[in-house]
Structure formats: structure tokens, C-alpha cells
């Protein structure tokens, strides 16, 4: 399912194309292949240690190689003033165009703005997480979001049934103002409101974005909370924490607790049974989405829509044995099957 809204793309770099290797930041722009142009792609992580993220770029590469490009990344350590300078780095190195998986839109403005000057065509995932226009998204050409609000009301309602529809609800979120993680965490409070037997019992932030992190935020609801019924994470490693303080309480068969992203480490563990359900961020798909409508737009000169949304899929015991690996899906681009949201 996708929603657009199609305006017609600027005109842009057009550029004859070669295979290039992809490379991690640091490298120079595009440079030449025995003096043909190589067009090039210069993307923005927000952490490099998130695997969802890498999937992301790792569809977005193998759709840029497809068409004889290069993707260069770089790690903005989840620091906005990182982000910055490796989005002023890209403009320096004169890529042809930028993909920003934003922090915070609002402080980027500036450099992304300098990026529109220089006639660098940009495009996001997750910059906004509503459709509110072309207009508001500007200078952003287009952008791919994942469905959070969706995913917060199936996981809303999920809880709801496993649980009975009665209890306190714990969420864990990230410790860092990341904007797609406030939305996401909004939602799920909202979504929670059409449960009445159930109650928000607040959230807390992972610090280290993994396990281990998570593990005593866990353990501090279980201990302020007795009606404490589930806990929902952001991420699959917060899960994995969540549900092991859980465990160490001896209350696992007592408390729900949900993933999202269905990395590795969270279909092992709902298939062990450890957690009660991830769900897919279809981050392949996301990228290679990037790719196709970079490629449509930058070097075919052919009209986007501005706004695309890639629905997440639940993943449960009774499902999980079906899950397509990431790494297959990238085979699949590799060997030319398109695997995103239509662009026309």
C-alpha cells in the first residue's frame, strides 16, 4: 500500500553511468572511470550500528548499482552536529545526489537548503511521518516513511488481545530525540487509549540502543508497576532486553512483549519464544525505493510523487518460518527483481 502525491521533479544531473564499488564516507565525490562521470549517491546514516539502518542502505546500494552508480555513507553516530558536516561533506564532494535519514528536519534545514543551492537533489526516509505536502517537505524532493502509525495500532491491538485487554503497558524508546522515535511512541500512546482495560504506564529510553540498555528500564517497570501486563520496544534488541528482566523476575509467561524491525536477533526471538512479536520495517524495500525514484527523477528527468509509505508486516511464531531474510531480498535486487512501491 502507498500514498503519493506527484509533482514534477526539477530538472537535474544527468549523467552517463558506470558501475561503481560502494564505500563508506570519507571518499571523494563521484570522481571518473577512465574519465566517464560515475554518478553518485551520498547518503547519511543516522547510527552505522543499527542493522535496519544498514539493510536500508544495503537496498538502496544494490538499486543504485543496478542503474552503474555508487553510494557513499556516512555514520552521523546519532550526533545532529555529525549529520551536518556529513551532509556539508557530500555538498563539498559534489554528489549528485543526498539521501538524509534525518535526525531532527527542523535543524537540518540550513545545510540541507546550502545542498538545494548547490543544485544537489535531495531525497529522505522518514522526514516526515505524515503526508502534509510537497511544500512542507521542500527542499526534500521525495521521501519514503515506514508505516510507525500503523505498526503502533496493530501492536496496540496485539497487546490488547494477548493480555485480555487489561493492565499497564511500559514502552521503551530511545535515549536521543530522534524525531520518527518521539512519533513513533506518540502513536502507540494514542493507539493504546482505544483499550480502556489497558493503561500507559509511561516510557523510558534506551541509552545504548541494544539489549543491554534495556534490560534495567525493564526491570525498573516490573518493579514500579504490579498490574505490569506488557512492554513494547522500538527495537528488536530492546525487546530481547525487556523480555530477559521478564524472565529474571519469573514473570515471562506474564508479561507481553513486542519488537519491531525483525532483525535477526528479533525473528530468533520469536521464534524461541523469547519475545511475542516483531514486525517487518522493510528496510530493502525502502532503499531500493530510494534508488528507483532517485534514478526516475535525477537521471531520467521523469516525474515522482513526493510522499511514499511502506506498510510494516507482523511477524509471530505462526509466521515467522515464512520471513524472507533481508539478505535474500538484496540478492533479488541484485539479480534486477524490483521489490518496492510502485513510483508512478
Given amino acids: 500500500m502507498f500514498r503519493k502525491k506527484s509533482y514534477l521533479a526539477a530538472a537535474a544531473l544527468a549523467a552517463a553511468l558506470s558501475l561503481g564499488l560502494s564505500a563508506c564516507g570519507g571518499t571523494t565525490n563521484a570522481g ?3 574519465g566517464q562521470h560515475v554518478f553518485t549517491v551520498g547518503m547519511t546514516l543516522p547510527t552505522a550500528q543499527n542493522s535496519t539502518i544498514q539493510a536500508i542502505a ?3 546500494r544494490a538499486e543504485i548499482e543496478q542503474h552503474g552508480g555508487k553510494l557513499i555513507t556516512a555514520d552521523s553516530q546519532l550526533s545532529i552536529d555529525k549529520q551536518i558536516g556529513d551532509i556539508d561533506q557530500f555538498i ?3 554528489v549528485d545526489a543526498i539521501m538524509v535519514f534525518p535526525l531532527d528536519l527542523p535543524t537540518l534545514k540550513s545545510v540541507l537548503g546550502r545542498a538545494d543551492k548547490a543544485g544537489i537533489p535531495l531525497f529522505a526516509h522518514d522526514a516526515l511521518m505524515e503526508d502534509t505536502g510537497a511544500q512542507a517537505l521542500a527542499p526534500i524532493r521525495a521521501e519514503v516513511v515506514t508505516g510507525r502509525k500503523q505498526q503502533a495500532q496493530e501492536a496496540a491491538k496485539f497487546i490488547a488481545e494477548k493480555t485480555g485487554g487489561t493492565g499497564e503497558v511500559g514502552a521503551i524508546g530511545i535515549a536521543a530525540p530522534v524525531t520518527t522515535n518521539i512519533y513513533l511512541l506518540d502513536q ?4 493504546l487509549k482505544a483499550h480502556n482495560g489497558l493503561a500507559f ?3 523510558k529510553g534506551n541509552p545504548t540502543d541494544d539489549a543491554a540498555g534495556a534490560r534495567p528500564l525493564a526491570e525498573a517497570f516490573l518493579t514500579q508497576y504490579s498490574a505490569l501486563s506488557a512492554i513494547y520496544t522500538y527495537n528488536d ?4 532486553g525487556a523480555a530477559a528482566a521478564a524472565k529474571a523476575a519469573a514473570k515471562s ?6 519488537g519491531f524491525n525483525a532483525s535477526q536477533d528479533g525473528l530468533d526471538a520469536v521464534k524461541n519464544g523469547t519475545i511475542d512479536a ?3 520495517y522493510k528496510p530493502v524495500e525502502v532503499g531500493q525505493t530510494l534508488g528507483r525514484l532517485i534514478q526516475t527523477s535525477v537521471v531520467e528527468k521523469k516525474p515522482i510523487g513526493h510522499f511514499y509509505q511502506m506498510d510494516v508486516n507482523i511477524v509471530t511464531p505462526e509466521n515467522v518460518a515464512s520471513f524472507v531474510p533481508w539478505s535474500e531480498r538484496v540478492k533479488q535486487i541484485v539479480e534486477g527483481k524490483y521489490l518496492g512501491l510502485p513510483i508512478n
Fill in 32 to 34: 571518473t572511470t577512465s
Fill in 58 to 60: 544495503d537496498g538502496l
Fill in 92 to 94: 563539498t564532494q559534489k
Fill in 188 to 191: 502507540f500512546k494514542e493507539q
Fill in 201 to 203: 504506564a509511561g516510557q
Fill in 237 to 240: 534488541p530492546s525487546a530481547i
Fill in 253 to 258: 509467561k506474564k508479561i507481553i512483549v513486542t
Fill in 278 to 280: 516483531t514486525w517487518d
